[in-house]
């Protein structure tokens, strides 16, 4: 380095010195010609770009009118008062349509036609004024000039008709729609009312509308307007409905002519551009005045640099003195810094510290640099990297020994397309799968690496050492924070939303109820719908539309998270709530409003409806997992009751965890053999014989004893347990046939099935025991209930061909209480109906008896037996016997038994008749 410290300055071409003035010149007189050539081609590119932003204003304008007017015309409520009612109420109109509805919307036109052309109500809300009154009439300019503009839409009652006019001096974008309820039921014409939506087009809107749109002085006017004034102006005409010549509206704007101002103006870039040629030529001759001062000066620094060196030397000393802990990042890349400038300075040599992924030529990193090498390093892609991110590896001088050759080779190859001419040093990352080269490289002239490389080596491990640290920290909010949201809408994911509930709950403490806050589920109905059919862009999109809406209810303190496809997390304070317009229930109905939307889908609405479980802070709990866990309850309360929002019962909760407990005994017992198996003979009502048994289940539960089927038949049909208890009464009943036919007796069975037992893989093969006795089939009979038949009957059809070919009957339960049609009784197999308990109790009247006399017909013309049920008194017995039905089943005669007292009685040939009875027969 000393010898280095006395070379002279590297010479530099005289040419290069003239080339910078000729290309200056030659740049700036050909960008002038061009720029003079396209002035007007720019000039109606503008005024052409300026025509399509105003047009795509005017059309979003007609969309945001067209979208109020169909949420309004639709609407059921205003339906009714403005076309059933006399004249609509005051009060309402002002709630609905007063000066809150116009400042929020930018209506000021309010106006419903009734069918006979007559106005319902008219109002035109003037600037200045707080109020005006409801008008009964159309104004006279109003139906004259709105005229051809209800006749349109009165053509198409299903589409909004949009136009813009000029009228008494004010612009407006007026648009007309059907005001009815249901659009596949439209009345007649002279039925139908039109609702009037007007949005003037005020100054400050046009004002806020220039600056969005980039045009100066946007205004609304008629389109038989003298133009006139100074600066020219720029028209587009409006869309408007024929015989709208007088009223017709167009858009017009200032044309600022920017570009005839550069062509008046040409005289001053030509007098710039003589003066850029002049300080060109000055800069070359100072250029070449300073390239011959340096020289001359060169051979009297040589002392001074001597010097320089001298003090370079002994900052390294000072440097590597210093302890380890003082090199915190910003203090050792300052001092880098600084060490490498002084270096430039005192050898001309240009330093650079640079990073590169092994295998990988285009990740290529500049850490730190001694001046702005992209001269140089212009081939290579280069970018900054954070300090720390360099491989903790020790740097080794190029001239070191023991180090591997190929390490080596690979950084030698690298030095050579940087364009350095000296490889210092380097270091390769000692972590497996972190293949990194930290490269130390200078061009220009030749330095001592023994010199540079114990400051670079202790300057960049502590770089690295408090850097990474701070890496860590940096990655692990980044996951924190990735993991708290929604990816595909932004909005807050579960575990963001959980932590803002509990960081809420520690701040509130023990609060009332007022200070609290309200959790809300909601599951938006069709998002579901719309994600399967138009994918998740579009669902995604409506997600994003929809926390747009609720934006304005939410303010700063609500938050909303992302829980499902279609469900939501809402969290509200209480008094936001309280203090809106209606108090809670107001607020529940702005929401669920919000939420309302009509998805248009290849010709097809996709409807999102809104569904809403609620739970409050601290009422339904001060635990963060039981608030979120009572919403989603109050919710699937909601989807049951088939309402819109529901709030947490505690009652009901009750009631739940009490069938949940229920539904494990009944698990639990059902394999602990508890259930009992039941037989309620079907007789013939006139001698008393045994015909059939129906088989029942009785639960002999552990603690509460005897139970029967109206106590555990809820949680069976709940949590589907119908298979499992069908299954095990096939078995008993099929069981106890065989038992009583050994021992020489004949009990016919009939067992009760669901359509989900049937349908179910192993029905069949429960029977194959019973099939396997051919004597027995006969002696066994399924019931179906009616209600529970299906609309598409054909696999249940070919069901019932199987077991009925095997000679097991099949029966029709509860016949008259579903909606079972006469093909569905043509094409099921049936061999019985049993008339429902209420026809039976209902036979003391005309309409009851009547009942009874048309199933009896019915099961005489399909030629079905025909059994009654729910019989317990004996004039019951004697009003069917007179109508021809004899197979009694009911209370009169037994309650259900166990099914060995039922056998018993069987095996000594009693008959059933009631003491009653007989004692009358007698």
Not at 145 to 173: C, D, F, Y
Not at 429 to 457: F, K, N, T
Request: charged share 25%.
């Amino acid at each position: 380095m000393r010898a280095s410290l006395r070379q002279g300055p590297p010479r530099e071409p005289r040419h290069r010195l003239w080339l910078i003035p000729l290309l200056l010149i030659a740049s700036v007189l050909a960008t002038a010609w061009l720029g003079i050539s396209q002035i007007q081609q720019l000039r109606a590119g503008e005024q052409d770009a300026a025509r399509q932003r105003v047009t795509m204003w005017a059309q979003a304008s007609q969309r945001a009118l067209e979208g109020q007017l169909r949420e309004h015309g639709d609407w059921q409520e205003a339906t009714e008062e403005f076309l059933r009612l006399p004249a609509p109420n005051p009060e309402w109109l002002d709630y609905m349509y007063g000066p809150e509805f116009s400042i929020n919307t930018g209506i000021h036109l309010v106006g419903a036609i009734r069918g006979n052309g007559k106005a319902a109500v008219w109002q035109e809300r003037r600037p200045g004024l707080e109020s005006d009154d409801w008008q009964g009439a159309q104004p006279l300019a109003w139906r004259r000039a709105m005229a051809p503009l209800i006749e349109k839409a009165r053509q198409t009652p299903t589409r909004s008709v949009i136009a813009w006019m000029v009228l008494n001096g004010r612009a407006w974008l007026v648009g007309v729609h059907g005001l009815y309820a249901d659009e596949d039921a439209l009345p007649s014409r002279e039925e139908q009312g039109m609702l009037v939506f007007g949005v003037p087009m005020r100054p400050e809107l046009l004002s806020e509308s220039s600056a969005s749109l980039g045009v100066e002085r946007l205004e609304v006017v008629s389109q038989s307007r003298q133009m006139s004034g100074e600066a020219a102006l720029v028209c587009s005409d409006l869309p408007a409905m024929k015989r709208f010549d007088e009223h017709a509206a167009m858009a017009c704007w200032q044309d600022a002519d920017d570009v005839t101002a550069m062509l008046r103006q040409l005289g001053a870039p030509l007098g710039a551009l003589s003066l850029v040629i002049v300080l060109a030529s000055i800069a070359t001759g100072g250029m070449l005045w300073r390239d011959q001062r340096r020289r001359r000066d060169w051979a009297a620094q040589g002392l001074q640099r001597e010097a320089q060196l001298e003090q370079h030397l002994a900052l390294n000393e000072r440097f590597l003195a210093l302890p380890h802990e003082a090199h915190n990042p910003q203090h050792a890349l300052a001092t880098l810094s600084g060490y490498l400038r002084r270096v430039r300075e005192m050898t001309g040599a240009e330093v650079i510290i640079y990073r590169r992924e092994v295998g990988n030529p285009n990740a290529g990193y500049l850490i730190v640099e001694s001046r702005d090498e992209r001269e140089w390093l212009s081939s290579v892609s280069l970018r900054r990297d954070p300090l720390w991110r360099l491989p903790a590896g020790r740097i080794v001088a190029n001239r070191a020994t023991n180090v591997d050759a190929s390490t080596e080779e690979s950084a030698q190859l690298l030095c050579q397309r940087l364009g350095a001419t000296q490889l210092l040093g380097y270091s390769v990352s000692p972590h497996p799968g972190r293949s990194e080269l930290l490269l130390v490289a200078s061009r220009g002239q030749a330095l001592e690496e023994s010199l540079m490389m114990p400051v670079l080596d202790r300057t960049l491990n502590a770089l690295i050492i408090r850097g990474l640290e701070q890496e860590r920290l940096l990655l692990q909010q980044q996951v924190l924070q990735e993991r708290e949201t929604d990816t595909d809408t932004g909005l807050l994911s579960r575990e963001g939303m959980l932590r803002l509930i509990k960081l809420r709950i520690d701040q509130l403490g023990r609060v009332s109820g007022l200070d609290g806050f309200v959790l809300m589920a909601l599951r938006i109905g069709g998002l579901q719908e719309l994600y399967e059919h138009a994918g998740p862009e579009a669902g995604n999109r409506q997600l994003e539309l929809l926390q747009r809406r609720l934006d304005p209810l939410l303010g700063t303190s609500g938050h909303v998270a992302r829980l499902e496809t279609d469900r939501l997390l809402i969290m509200v304070p209480r008094r936001l709530l309280e203090a809106a317009r209606g108090g809670i229930c107001g607020w529940l109905d702005m929401l669920l409003v919000a939420v309302r939307h009509k998805v248009s889908l290849n010709g097809e609405d996709i409807y999102l409806l809104p569904s809403l479980g609620i739970s409050r802070f601290p009422e339904d709990g001060e635990q963060m997992d039981a608030l979120v866990y009572r919403c989603e309850r109050a919710l699937h309360d909601t989807l049951q009751l088939n309402r819109e929002w529901h709030f947490f019962d505690e009652e009901a909760e009750r009631e739940v965890r009490r069938l949940k407990q229920l539904e494990a005994e009944f698990v639990e017992g059902l394999q602990q053999d508890q259930l009992r198996l039941h037989l309620q003979p079907i007789v013939d009502g006139r001698d008393g014989s045994l015909v059939l048994s129906e088989a029942l289940v009785r639960w002999q539960h552990p603690e509460h004893g005897l139970l029967g089927s109206g106590d555990f038949m809820p949680i069976i049909e709940s949590a589907n347990l119908d298979v499992a208890l069908g299954r095990w009464v096939i078995k008993e009943s099929i069981a106890t046939l065989i038992r009583v036919h050994d021992a020489g007796h004949a009990l016919h069975l009939s067992v009760n099935v669901t359509v989900r037992h049937m349908m179910d893989e192993r029905f069949l093969a429960d029977l194959k025991r019973l099939f396997q006795r051919p004597e027995l089939c006969r002696q066994l009979t399924i019931e179906l209930v009616e209600s529970q038949l299906p609309e598409d009957i054909q696999s249940l059809a070919i069901l019932f061909q199987r077991i009925r070919s095997q000679g097991v009957a099949l029966a029709l339960d509860d016949f008259g209480t579903g909606y079972s049609s006469l093909s569905q009784l043509q094409q099921l197999p049936f061999d019985k109906v049993k008339i429902d308990r209420q026809f039976v109790v209902a036979m003391d009247t005309d309409k009851g008896r009547a009942m009874i006399d048309a199933m009896l017909g019915l099961g005489e013309a399909f030629h079905l037996a025909v059994v009654a049920e729910g019989i317990e008194t004996p004039e019951q017995r004697t009003a069917l016997l007179a109508r021809g039905c004899h197979l009694h089943q009911g209370y009169l005669y037994s309650r259900p038994l166990p099914s060995e007292q039922l056998i018993q009685h069987l095996k000594a040939g009693k008959h059933w008749l009631p003491a009653s009875v007989t004692g009358e027969m007698g």
